[in-house]
């Protein structure tokens, strides 16, 4: 029998550090609402990434974080991909744990990996609270059209699928 999915893997060259200062796991091609189904984060390390932001230091295909899913969102610096927020998480080191796969985002479950929760330190993420610097002055009017493109990005739907009542 095949274990239900209850973790997206993701191969990243990013650290710890700076997916907690991003607010989250980005910015991956994935199925959001495959991803939504989920959750826990598990992010390996890709140790071989040149690139301006990969800053990661962990063991090549190591486990080093696990995160309780808590949103997916649109990524914040790349059109059309998502980030995977969460709202706890812990540093693990499990060696081996990515498989080598070539799309950096797999689907599994937390056994499959061998990875156990059991005495796992989980820390809840410190967020500051971004979305103010991106509404309009208090003073200011919002549009319903402005509210319906906001909430649309926030939750990764299309405009058409906010309705907003105003009740008087």
């Known amino acids: 029998m095949t274990k239900i ?65 808590s949103r997916i969102s649109p990524a914040t610096d790349t059109d059309g991909r998502w980030r995977i927020e969460f709202s706890e998480y812990a540093r693990i080191d499990q060696a081996d744990v990515w498989a080598g796969d070539r799309n950096p985002v797999r689907y599994a479950n937390l056994d499959a990996l061998g990875i156990s929760l059991d005495g796992v330190d989980f820390q809840r993420v410190e967020r500051e609270t971004a979305v103010a610097a991106t509404l309009p002055a208090a ?27 105003i009740r008087g």
């Open 139 to 165: 003073s200011a009017a919002l549009t319903i059209a402005q509210a319906k493109a906001g909430l649309a990005k926030t939750y990764g739907v299309d405009t058409s699928a906010i309705e907003i009542v």
């Open 5 to 69: 999915e209850d973790t997206v893997v993701v191969f990243t060259a990013k650290s710890l550090d700076k997916i907690l200062r991003e607010g989250g796991s980005q910015a991956w091609v994935l199925d959001p609402t495959r991803a939504k189904k989920c959750e826990w984060l598990v992010c390996t390390q890709n140790a071989h990434n040149a690139e301006d932001y990969a800053d990661g230091n962990e063991p090549h295909g190591s486990a080093f974080m696990i995160g309780r899913i």
